[in-house]
């Protein structure tokens, strides 16, 4: 009567993810009395063969499989995840007789898609921690699951889990993979192309006891021995009350960690925050204002101003915290004047030492505002792989090649700036190992970016 958790994603790149959201359901189901294995197979030579064999021994009564990445939101270099998980489902679904169940992020933005594309029973939206009873009973007989089932985002979790338990370390110390945590659910913004609402199940903040968190923290670093955290919220400095109170926690808790987040609004870095940030021990983090224009920050949604914008440029560069900035190009009312603003304030506010990455287009994922916008503009529906025409959205009040032609004078011109491509480039793989041979941290775009760009200059990848 077990159930059988897998973790199928072998992305290393550009960050090795431990599977946070599939170990606190595993944890979950524990809680509740549900016998549970998990299955990581991330570092597996052969995740088939291995899959099949933890069956036959298992004898699980369901599968559930965590899909956290559809795809990389890379116009570029497009990469469909979904390609290497279908084999897994089948193999499931060839050897277990039970319910075939998929979560994770990915699976929670376009649920009925995955399910048909995989081949699965039932997707789960959202958290799964409140639902792993229900899928348990499905399997021993209960009432049937349904499609799509929602997950309830106020069920009781941790920040966590005791990665130490459930994984193998050793592969994840080697690349130097940081222990990911969550403070909070939810954001209450509206950018134009996000689904995280639809992930988090919620918009509105579920905040985490500061100091259960803070506490999680000392014993995972205590039990894994890797002291590097990396905050997974989907925006870690909002509300800024609650940031500043978690990050003096941290800083008295004074627990030796280097600590990331990438999920920073420009809306609350003040300097304020930032200096809270520092004292609790962030060495860097990474922001994606997307654009630096105030038509697009409209126009994309961002809900902050551009003042924020060069306040946060400003106080990181007097704090001498790195910032690894993202901007995102081509959206809804981009027009060469917001293309050239927006470089602009990469070339003369961003400090010349903290990496630009440019991403060219929007991928368009359902349900979010920029799949209204393309259904209003009479462009196809999305589907889920990226490769197929017409899944990345352009302005129609931008040229193409004139873009592109931008971006790319800009980003020969400037040594921060790197294409998106680069962050999944052969060198991040390198740097990966180095630093988990040296027993370094996770390396950061901090640290590492203007290194990154010479060698890949060198390597012709750049
Ligand atoms: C933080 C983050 C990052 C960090 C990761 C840091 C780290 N050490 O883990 C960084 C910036 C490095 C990153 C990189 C990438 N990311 Co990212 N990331 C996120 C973010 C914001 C949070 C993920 C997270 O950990 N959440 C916390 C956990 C607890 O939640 P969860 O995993 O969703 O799990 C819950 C539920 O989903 C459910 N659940 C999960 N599994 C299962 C299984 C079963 C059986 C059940 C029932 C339920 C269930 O229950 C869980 C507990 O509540 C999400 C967006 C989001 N809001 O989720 C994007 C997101 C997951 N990333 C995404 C992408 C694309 C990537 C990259 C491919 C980008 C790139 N081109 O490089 C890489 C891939 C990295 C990798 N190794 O896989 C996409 C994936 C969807 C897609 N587009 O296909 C997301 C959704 C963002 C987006 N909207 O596009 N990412
Ligand atoms: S701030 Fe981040 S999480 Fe919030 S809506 Fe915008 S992109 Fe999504």
New binding site residues.
Partial sequence: MTLL?VNP?R????????P???L??AEAAEREGVPVQVLDLAFASRPERLLRATIAKVKPSAV???V???????FRAPRFYLDEVRPLVAVARECCTGPI??????A??APEAVRLDLGADCV?V????G?VTR?HDAATGGERLPTVLF?PADHP?NPAADYARWLNLAPWKRLAA?L?V?SRRGCPRKCVY???AA??GTSKYVLGDVDEVVDCIRELVERTRIPHV?F?D?TFNSPPTYAIALCEALARADLGVSLGA??ITPRYASREVLEAMKAAGFSAI?CSPDTAAPETIRSYGKGFARDDLSVMARSAEELGFTVMWSFLFGGPGETESTVAETLRFAREEIPADHPVMLTSRM?I?PGTELARIVQAEGLPAPVLDPRVPGQFYLSSHVDAERLDAMLFEAHESLPNLMY?AA??GPVVGLLQRMNGLLGRRQPTWADYAPIRRRVMKMLGRA
Wanted: net charge negative; charged share 15%.
């Fill in positions: 958790l994603n992305e290393t790149k550009p960050v090795p993810a431990m946070v959201g599939l606190r359901v559930g499989f965590t956290r990445n559809i795809d990389n939101a890379d169940v998929i979560g994770g992020a990915g929670s933005m789960v959202g958290p799964g921690e639902v899928i997950g979790t940081p990911p969550q996000c689904n995280y992930i988090d990396e997974v989907s990438s999920g990474w991928r994922y998106l962050a999944q």
